[in-house]
């Protein structure tokens, strides 16, 4: 199917067209056709010449309606631009064509109406020279009446040959369908309507709708009045949503793969066309269907930064146009270059910003984001539009390869400088160094650990960090010296003191393995826990404290300490009479 939307002057002719065209109805309220005149977006269709399928947007030509027309076009990639042969070239011939020029849109038909009224000659010599100069390019015209159906075959065969230049629909890309209707069906509820600009849609499919945190199911698909399991860009589908109030969703909306755009309510742009220097702070943005008030904020020559008073689901590259709704007037086009700006905090980042922006084309391209975010999740350049062909460093994480080069120096730089600074500790806490690294995630630390570092309970050290610095190690040897013979008599108070072993000294030697601390100032040697197993497994069952107290040949400042760690380690347990038995 191909989609191709009217354009032009109020009362030219554009829905008389799509009616002889199609045998149908544009014009679908009562009032419409009562004023005889286009309000709302209408839709028909036809089979061309070919056998080709063709839908029709029709558009009011009315200035008040401007708003409802470019919702209409928004997502259409074709248009179909009307003239009256009578009347001529007229303000919103202009401003039509300048909306398609500012959306670039680039296939386009001219049709000159209402020819049995007028030579179409001037008419068509005049539109041909405006639509020349825009983004339509040279157009085919073609002189038609409506009313006595002259010209009619003509129109059939130039809309099969516009149809036969359009580019193939890119069917696997995520859908982005902007609502343009939406109305409840009884027994079906809530059906939305669009134009299905790329991607596929199916019964069953799980879509995300701009701003709402719930997920909607496709219940029912419908193409040009037909359910079916399954439609394909390019395509007019009618989407009925499986409990979604009506008033959830309408017209600015839209249907998304889930997981695929980002809601920005903040964008930098390029304008394109011929930006007035001076533009006005605030303006409507209109893409897809959405048209939403946006503060301007100039940065370059051609670079502004949007604020949207609304997220909309946006794209690099896409295109959209800004209008100033007051002034009748269509600014100028605009082609999004990023969605997920820095902000400009500091005196002089807008200049440097814009330095940025003038190097971008709106064209996504995965290393230079990497270069200007540095550090990025592939899922949130997937959200931008971004292709993510590049594999993570970590996690989902992406990085530019320079900045996780010089993040690796960086790591062994405070590494070292926290080893220096604290010598009794083994190793920098993972977390410590996440943060001196301003690093978002906990993986990108453990990725960035290479040999000779490496990560040990929680901290990141030299992989010889299980070496006691030297003063407790000796401490140490001394404590196994004394103590060997004896293995549950724990130095007393001031013997840890002549030994040099302060709760500091202590503290690291308890974490490098080489002590047992059953209490302040109660250490053991850590083989001691398995040989007091040994040694109470042989007493008659079950046994006090003090048979064990003198069975293990120590006092009651290291029992006590000791049975309550056995027993908080299943090794033995408390009866109630305060007996012990060992666990077997
Ligand atoms: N004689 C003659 N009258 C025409 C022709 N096409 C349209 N008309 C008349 O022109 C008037 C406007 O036609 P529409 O088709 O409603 O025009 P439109 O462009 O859809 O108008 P809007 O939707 O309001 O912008 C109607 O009275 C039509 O009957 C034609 O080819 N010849
Ligand atoms: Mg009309």
New binding site residues.
């Given amino acids: 199917m191909f989609v191709v939307a009217t354009a032009?002057?109020?009362?030219?002719?554009?829905?008389?067209?799509v009616?002889a065209l199609t045998g149908m109805e544009p014009?679908r309220w009562a009032e419409e056709r009562r004023r005889?005149?286009?309000i709302d977006l209408g839709f028909a269709w036809t089979t061309l010449p070919s056998g080709a399928t063709i839908a029709f947007v029709?558009?009011?030509?009315?200035e008040r309606f401007v708003p409802n027309m470019l919702a209409g076009v928004g997502p259409v990639p074709a248009a179909l631009i009307?003239v009256?042969a009578d009347e001529g070239w007229m303000p919103q011939s202009a401003e039509h064509l300048a909306a398609l020029d500012a959306l670039g849109v680039g296939y386009g038909l001219l049709a000159v109406?209402?020819?049995?009224?007028a030579d179409p000659g001037p008419a068509t010599a005049r539109a041909r020279a405006e639509i020349g100069a825009t983004s339509l390019g040279a157009v085919e015209a073609v002189a038609?009446?409506?009313?006595?159906g002259a010209g009619l075959p003509e129109l059939r065969a130039a809309l099969d040959r516009l149809t036969a230049r359009l580019p193939a629909p890119t069917v696997e890309d995520p859908v982005r369908l902007w609502v343009d209707r939406s109305f409840t069906v009884r027994g079906s509820g809530t059906v939305v309507t669009g134009t299905l600009g790329a991607g596929r849609l199916r019964v069953g499919d799980v879509l995300e709708v701009a701003g709402a945190d719930e997920p909607v199911r496709v219940r029912g698909l419908h193409s040009l009045g037909e359910a079916r399991p399954e439609a394909a860009a390019v395509a007019r589908v009618a989407v009925n949503l499986r409990g979604t109030p009506r008033d959830r969703l309408g017209r600015g909306d839209a249907l998304l793969t889930p997981g695929r755009f980002q809601h920005t309510d903040l964008v930098d742009v390029r304008l394109t066309g011929d930006p007035a220097a001076d533009l006005p702070a605030t303006l409507t943005l209109h893409v897809g269907s959405a048209a939403v008030p946006v503060r301007v904020r100039p940065l370059g020559a051609d670079t502004v930064r949007l604020r949207l008073s609304r997220a909309l689901p946006l794209l690099v590259g896409d295109r959209a146009l800004l209008r100033d709704p007051g002034r009748h007037h269509v600014t100028g086009g605009v082609r999004v270059l990023d969605v997920v700006p820095p902000p400009l905090a500091r005196r002089g980042a807008a200049a440097a910003r814009a330095q940025v922006l003038a190097a971008l084309d709106g064209r996504p391209e995965l290393a230079g984001e990497l270069r200007r975010r540095r550090l990025v999740r592939a899922g949130a350049l997937l959200r931008m539009g971004v292709p993510v062909q590049a594999a993570p460093v970590a996690g989902d994480w992406l990085a530019d390869p320079e900045h996780w080069r010089w993040l690796g120096d960086r790591v062994s730089e405070e590494v070292t400088r926290h080893a220096r600074e604290h010598p009794l500790e083994p190793g920098m806490p993972v977390d410590a160094l996440r943060q001196r690294l301003g690093l978002p995630d906990r993986v990108l630390v453990e990725a960035l650990v290479r040999p000779p570092l490496r990560i040990h309970a929680g901290r990141v050290g030299a992989a010889d960090a299980d070496a006691l610095p030297e003063p407790v190690a000796r401490a140490v040897r001394r404590v196994r010296d004394e103590y060997g013979e004896r293995p549950f008599r724990a130095p007393e108070a001031d013997r840890l003191v002549d030994l040099g072993l302060g709760p500091r000294e202590i503290g690291a030697a308890v974490r490098a393995g080489a002590l047992l601390r059953l209490a302040d100032n109660v250490v053991l040697l850590p083989d001691a826990l398995d040989d007091a197993v040994r040694v109470l497994a042989g007493l008659p069952q079950p046994f006090t404290l003090s048979a064990a107290r003198q069975a293990l040949d120590t006092t009651r400042r290291v029992a006590v300490p000791l049975l309550e760690l056995l027993d908080r380690r299943g090794a033995t347990r408390r009866l109630p009479d305060d007996a012990r038995i060992v666990v077997t």
Avoid: I
């Fill in positions: 032009g002057h109020v009362d030219h002719g554009k829905s008389t067209l009616r014009d005889g005149m286009t029709d558009v009011p030509g009315h009307v009256a109406t209402r020819a049995d009224l038609v009446s409506g009313r006595t």
